[in-house]
């Protein structure tokens, strides 16, 4: 007996795939639908260990292509959608931000006409549940968090872009009473991540003896999570969240950039056997990242008072199980830094 119909989009990426991998295991009265256009950063290798689960169906498909979009929701009826499917690096929408207009506007339209086409006016047991960031809040100095009720103030083509989705998405509630919810997330580390984000970019750089680009001074602050608490987090406000409300999810674990790679550096040296302080040796700083943002971090108390959720993981536990599946997982990295990724290497880092 199938409870609910779920599509997931951007299943096949970092987030998306601790996602479907959750709701698939946990859920087994769920029809998971994993949505993906399959870009450079969709990886069905990231899923093989579900990919016959009988509750699980890959679907190839582009958000922005609003005809095969409609037929999908027309043809499988969704009863609800957790929205992952994006455009996700900073420095990506710096080069190219039409595309990320595209996708992440255009192809989050496109779901939430197909979703509001299909559920008429029948909202009962429907949900729209977009995935954001904590990028749309803008710049923090150096003291503050961000709330639910932070202006928006992005900078960069990439937060922009998520931002506008926020704002239709919220436009689709109050114009259209679409059931929808959004949570705004910091920034998730742990297995499956793309090697372009700066964690599994310095555990790959570190392995190959390469250097370690830094920005800048290093001196910026991220708040960071680990992916499966993200994954955990959509569960709980997937099932208990309050239609029309957006929630905050964060680490309470603030680094600076140069701080956190120290870090890494230290659990390197150990894993790989190298004398302490070898790793840190291929530390680089290189040209700041254009608009640079300075600090995030997130206050995550209303989704913790209100739903109960706690971030699960040590932030050093995290580290040791991230840093020990990359290790392990040679084959997934090395696939990667094989294809066009290098291109985009040398174009990022060349003359840096
Ligand atoms: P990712 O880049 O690893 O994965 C994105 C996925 O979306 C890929 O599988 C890709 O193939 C798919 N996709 C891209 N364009 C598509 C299109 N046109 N049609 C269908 N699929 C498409 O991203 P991620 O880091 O897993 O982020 C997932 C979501 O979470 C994004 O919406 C991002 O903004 C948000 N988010 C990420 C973080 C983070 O730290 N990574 C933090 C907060 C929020
Ligand atoms: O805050 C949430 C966001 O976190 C998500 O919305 C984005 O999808 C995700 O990519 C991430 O954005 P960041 O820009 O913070 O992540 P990134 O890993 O690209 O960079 C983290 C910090 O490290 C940032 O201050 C820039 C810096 N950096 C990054 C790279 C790739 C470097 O110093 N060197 C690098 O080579």
């Not at 090697?195 to 960071?224: F, H, M, Q, T, V």
């Amino acid at each position: 007996m199938t409870d609910k119909k779920i599509l997931i989009t951007g299943g096949a990426g970092f987030i998306g795939s601790h996602v479907v991998r959750l709701f698939v295991n946990t859920y087994p009265n769920y029809q998971i639908y994993n949505l993906d256009a399959l870009t450079y950063a969709g990886n069905l290798e990231n899923l093989t260990d579900i990919e016959n689960a009988s509750n699980y169906q890959f679907l190839k498909a582009d958000i922005t292509d609003a005809d095969a979009i409609n037929t999908l929701f027309e043809e499988h009826q969704f009863d609800s959608v957790i929205h992952l499917a994006a455009e996700s690096h900073v420095d990506r929408s710096i080069a190219d931000p039409l595309l990320f207009i595209k996708t992440n506007i255009l192809g989050t339209i496109n779901l939430l006409n197909a979703a509001k086409a299909i559920w008429k006016d029948n909202f009962e047991g429907k949900l729209f549940y977009h995935i954001s960031t904590d990028e749309v809040y803008g710049s923090l100095g150096d003291t503050g968090l961000f709330t639910e009720t932070t202006a928006y103030d992005p900078r960069s083509p990439y937060s922009s872009s998520k931002a506008s989705s926020d704002h239709i998405v919220r436009a689709y509630y109050h114009t259209y009473n679409l059931p929808v919810v959004v949570s705004n997330c910091s920034n998730n580390y742990g297995p499956n991540q793309f090697p372009e984000k700066l964690l599994p970019l310095a555990i790959s750089n570190i392995k190959n003896n390469k250097p370690i680009p830094i920005y800048g001074k290093g001196e910026n602050i991220r708040d960071w999570l680990f992916v499966l608490d993200h994954a955990r987090a959509i569960d709980v406000i997937y099932h208990k969240g309050k239609i029309g409300d957006t929630y905050n999810i964060g680490g309470v674990n603030e680094w600076t950039n140069i701080d956190l790679i120290h870090k890494l550096c230290e659990i390197m040296d150990r894993k790989l056997g190298r004398e302490n302080g070898e790793s840190a040796k291929l530390i680089t700083f290189v040209t700041d990242r254009a608009g640079h943002d300075k600090r995030y971090a997130i206050d995550s108390s209303k989704l913790m008072k209100e739903l109960d959720w706690q971030p699960s993981l040590q932030f050093e536990e995290g580290m040791e199980k991230t840093v020990g599946w990359y290790l392990s997982n040679e084959k997934w990295l090395n696939n990667i830094l094989s294809g066009d990724y290098e291109k985009y290497y040398s174009k990022q880092y060349d003359n840096r």
